[in-house]
């Protein structure tokens, strides 16, 4: 009897990298993880060594390997990449020696520089072409300050010796040697740099960031045959044929395979995908228009995509910040042991807002407390304040695609919490479905190498599965609780954006 073929997934998160094994049926059968540090060296910046990144990424590699049977390590046919977006890298071709640190997503030391690049009025092409707005969550400004400030990077560039990458091209140079310099469509459809409707490298944006085209890695569909992965490196010998943004990736690995079709990933920051087909859909209310995912051929599926920069850094906070509680899981009995958050809100821009206001001087605030509030209610608001956050980027979603969600499919660490998804069913009106297994990010990239190793003919066979194991959470208040919980939450958030007034 012939092995049953196995699928390898690369999940390289913010707060840590994983190595996820997949049968050919899309279940996950074995995984490791690895953690990643993150450095905060003044109020907005948020950055991570380069190397570090690379080797915990290794580190998980090679423990998930080290679990393996030998006949389940003969068995590993295919491995696909995803990855924390938008996070910057700049080193040299020569020698792979990183040009300063990876600007992480959630970085905003560029906000100055976004906001002259407005006042000279650049964003109106800059969104036609890339579907993106200025903004120091994505990649161009990031690169711009690091040409600016680390001598290395420009040394580097005037040499003709610089690469740029957002982290799937990071790993995959480190994977193959520095054999392949490559960017897939979707991650590149992060960075400011790639005009979406043409899918190439937009060259008039590299000038105004002083990026020369020779620094850039070479575009490629999200699936096709990208090397293998070589000797020396734990899972040496298999394919690469998969890379793909994480959040477009657990779209996919929710199966949203149709327009319309939705999913939220509570992670680190929270992250609405909404699949929009082959057509782009814009938004004149700060969502973003981008690239899902594509075939072998470059063809493309499309989404619009709401981004919050903090989700599980809510939890966190609770737990490393204020000592409320011990473990994250806490949260969720703390918020169970009250019926509402008597009044308290929770506005999470602790590292200022994403969609819709695209702020990123805002700030977090608590406000409503009295003397009888409690952790408790603390935990309640903070719950809410995430789930309010998303309500906000469902109904921008419908208005855009002009028709009403049915569903939506959550996934991410966040997405264990009951009390959480909960209260997302209440303050959206709308169906979540919690699948059995949260793995959706690592899954999506697996099932698209599965496909280009012609281990999967479709991925709409795979469909019947969406609601296998699956919980639904239903609305438990009405349209008025609903409106008036969203009225409240709107004040509240008008005073985080003018906190520094």
């Not at 002083?210 to 298999?238: Q, T, Y």
């Not at 991925?459 to 009225?487: C, P, T, Y």
């Amino acid at each position: 009897m012939e092995d049953e073929p196995l699928l390898l997934a690369l999940d390289q998160g913010t707060s840590s990298s994983r190595a996820v094994l997949f049968d050919s049926s899309g279940n996950s059968i074995a995984s490791a993880s690895a953690p990643l540090s993150i450095e905060y060296p003044a109020d907005g910046w948020v950055q991570q060594d380069p190397l570090e990144i690379w080797s915990s990424q290794q580190q998980a590699m090679k423990t998930l390997e080290e679990s393996l049977t030998p006949q389940q390590r003969r068995s590993v046919l295919t491995c696909g990449i995803t990855n924390q977006r938008e996070t910057t890298l700049l080193w040299r071709r020569s020698n792979g020696k990183p040009c300063g640190p990876a600007l992480v997503w959630q970085d905003g030391r560029t906000a100055q520089i976004c906001a002259d690049w407005k006042n000279k009025g650049l964003e109106k092409e800059w969104t036609k072409r890339t579907g993106l707005l200025i903004d120091p969550y994505f990649s161009a400004s990031k690169i711009f300050w690091l040409l600016l400030n680390e001598t290395e990077a420009r040394l580097a560039r005037d040499q003709r010796d610089l690469c740029f990458g957002t982290v799937e091209s990071w790993i995959l140079w480190q994977l193959t040697n520095g054999e392949k310099h490559y960017s897939d469509m979707s991650n590149a459809s992060r960075t400011l740099l790639m005009d979406l409707e043409e899918r190439k490298w937009a060259e008039d944006f590299c000038e105004i960031i002083n990026l020369p085209m020779s620094a850039l890695p070479h575009l490629v569909p999200c699936r096709g045959d990208f090397g293998k992965i070589s000797n020396g490196h734990p899972f040496s010998g298999v394919k690469i044929q998969a890379m793909l943004g994480d959040q477009q990736a657990a779209t996919l690995g929710q199966l949203c395979l149709k327009k319309g079709e939705a999913k939220c990933t509570y992670g680190t920051g929270a992250f609405l995908v909404v699949n929009t087909g082959k057509e782009i859909y814009r938004s004149n209310d700060g969502l973003l228009s981008t690239l899902a995912w594509t075939d072998s051929e470059g063809l493309p599926t499309y989404c619009i995509e709401g981004s919050l920069f903090n989700a599980g850094t809510v939890v966190q906070w609770l737990r490393d910040g204020l000592g409320i509680i011990e473990k994250a899981e806490e949260i969720n009995f703390l918020a169970n042991k009250v019926d509402n958050s008597s009044g308290v809100i929770l506005v999470p821009a602790f590292t200022g807002w994403g969609t819709p206001h695209w702020d990123p001087n805002a700030r977090g605030l608590i406000i409503g407390l009295t003397r009888d509030t409690n952790k408790s209610h603390i935990a309640k608001a903070a719950l809410e304040g995430i789930s309010l956050s998303v309500a906000t980027l469902v109904d921008l979603a419908q208005k855009a695609l002009g028709e009403k969600l049915t569903e939506l499919a959550v996934d991410g660490g966040a997405a264990a919490s009951n009390p959480l998804l909960q209260s997302q069913a209440n303050t959206t009106g709308i169906t979540v479905r919690r699948p059995a297994n949260l793995e959706s990010t690592a899954r999506g990239v697996a099932l698209l190498a599965g496909l280009q190793a012609n281990i999967f003919k479709d991925l709409e066979d795979l469909s019947v599965q969406k609601r296998h194991g699956a919980e639904l959470f239903l609305s438990k208040i009405n349209s008025n609780e609903r409106d008036a919980m969203k009225s409240r939450w709107n004040n509240a958030v008008k005073r985080s954006l003018k906190w520094h007034e």
